[in-house]
């Protein structure tokens, strides 16, 4: 336990860097950058340089809820371990 702690404390372990194994998060993603680049061949360059702004900023969006789900799944898991002791 007191690895793992200084793993995340330091910095060495990074929970949001861990391949997600779900296959349904694969096939989706798989399917979201196909559709990306047909919509992309089919642009003009103004509008192309748009969906690249669109996804940069899904992106980046999707990153900020992710590690919002591990906090507040953290959260969650510490409230339920201070239970169980208490």
């Known amino acids: 336990m007191k690895d793992i702690l ?7 372990l990074s929970p949001l ?6 296959s349904r998060y694969g096939d989706a993603s798989a399917l979201c950058d196909a559709a990306e680049l ?6 003009d360059p103004e509008c192309r340089r748009l969906l690249e702004q669109l996804s940069r900023a899904h992106q980046e969006a999707l990153s900020a809820l992710e590690r ?10 510490g409230k339920l371990a201070l239970a ?3």
């Open 6 to 12: 200084s793993q995340l404390c330091s910095g060495t």
């Open 17 to 22: 860097e861990e391949p997600v194994e779900d």
């Open 38 to 43: 047909a919509l992309a061949e089919r642009l």
């Open 68 to 77: 919002d789900a591990f906090i507040q799944g953290f959260r969650t898991g």
């Open 84 to 86: 169980l002791l208490g």
